[in-house]
Structure formats: C-alpha cells, structure tokens
C-alpha cells in the first residue's frame, strides 16, 4: 500500500506508524501499539496525543489505563476538506499580496515529483486556449498514469485543446490511456531525450525527467511565442 498521501496530508511518519498499528489492533492500551509500530514508549505517547488532537483517534480511560481506537480513515476526508476550506478563506489575500509584488519571478524552478506536479498546476492556470508539449518521454509516468489522465481532464475541462508531441517510448501506453480534447504524433529519433517541454500561454515549462526530475518554469510572452513556433515547424515534420 502506497502510504505517501498521508505524508502529503501533513502526517509524520511516527503519525503513520502509530495509526496504521491503530487501524489493525482496533482498541488497545499504548503497549501493543509501541510493539507493533516499532517506536520508542515516549514517542508513541506523544504521537497519540498528536493523533488526538487532529480527530484520528480516541481513546476511554479505564482504571489507570488508556484504550486507544483509530477514527474510521474516511474521516480523513473530512479532515482534509476542513484544511482546504481554511486554506480557500484567506486565498483571495494570498493572491493580492502576490499580485502586488515589487518584482515578480520569470523564472521558477521546482524539483522532485512533488515539484513536477506544482509547475504542471501553473501552466494549467496559465490561460489560453491551447496546450503544447514535446519531448515527453516514458519517465514521464513517475507521476503516475491515473494522475495525468485527472489532469488532462481538467485542462480539456477548461476548454484548452492539445497537441502532444510525445517520444515514441509512450506509443503504446497513449493507445490504452487517451486524454480528451487532444491530438498526438510521436517523434522517431532513435533515442529517448529527458527534457519536455510545454508551451502554455505566456508560460513555458521545461522538465528533465531525471530520478529526481528538475523543473523550470519562464513566464515571458515573448519566449513562449519563439517555443511555439518552433513547436508548430517539430510537429510538421513528425506528421
């Protein structure tokens, strides 16, 4: 099981340890937790204290003894929600403090899987009508297939179109794994190259899908006008 969401949500592993013992033990007292998880006797009871606090566990004291049970994991959607509704009452103030700003960045970069995934969210909010990419290779799916296909969704939901210049290497997987509103050719080049690029807008997003893929995002309509056409005169060529 691929416990990295919950690391995603804002727990610490010795959290995850702690619940998931939780979940499987059902009611116990601090010592079948501390044994299973694997963590030292201070660290569990602070972490259960921790748990309490956030709504993902109880717990009944009887006689000098704590019982402790795990919340039902579909309350973590509820947690989640509650975060994303604080987050959305102080946005709009978020974005004047940014709009504002002296100087504003032309060039960003990100890094990890993570950091992929944020530079992909600034190019999908980048506006315009049409998305261009080239270059992008089977390393590509680190981000996870389901999660491309979600975000495809949501940029076809937009009403932007795309034309994917994809390297051949992805060939098959496009057949079985179609994005909306989207057009596709593949390069044969002989070799698979690292770097993708995607033209949005005003934005251009470079990635280099190496272990730990590095991102770069330029925001300047002039560069963004000179790689799209040169987009248009690559995907001429590979028709």
Do not use: C
Not at 35 to 53: A, D, P, R, W, Y
Not at 74 to 95: C, D, G, T
Not at 135 to 145: D, P, Q, T, V
């Amino acid at each position: 099981m691929d416990i990295s969401i919950l690391e995603d949500i804002g727990l610490t592993n010795a959290e995850i340890k702690v619940y998931l013992s939780l979940l499987e033990l059902g009611t116990s007292t601090a010592g079948p937790i501390i044994e299973k998880s694997g963590l030292q006797s201070s660290v569990v009871h602070m972490t259960l204290n921790k748990l309490s606090e956030r709504g993902f566990l109880s717990s009944i004291q009887q006689g000098k003894r704590k019982h402790y049970s795990a919340s039902n994991p579909r309350h973590i959607i509820e947690y989640i929600e509650e975060k994303k509704n604080r987050f959305e009452s102080i946005l709009p103030e978020l974005l004047l403090k940014q709009h504002h700003a002296k100087e504003k960045p032309e060039v960003t970069t990100y890094r990890g899987v993570k950091g992929i995934k944020e530079l992909l969210y600034e190019l999908l909010n980048a506006g315009g009508t049409k998305h261009h990419t080239f270059g992008s290779a089977k390393e590509s799916l680190m981000l996870g297939s389901a999660w491309g296909v979600a975000y495809h969704q949501k940029r076809a939901s937009k009403g932007i179109t795309a034309k994917l210049l994809f390297n051949e290497s992805l060939k098959e997987w496009s057949s079985k794994n179609k994005y909306p509103k989207a057009e596709y050719t593949f390069t044969k080049i002989g070799f698979e190259p690292l770097t993708e690029t995607i033209i949005r807008n005003d934005k251009i997003g470079i990635i280099l899908w190496t272990e730990k893929p590095i991102g770069i995002l330029i925001q300047n309509s002039v560069a963004a006008k000179s790689y799209d056409n040169f987009f248009e005169v690559l995907w001429k060529s590979a028709k």
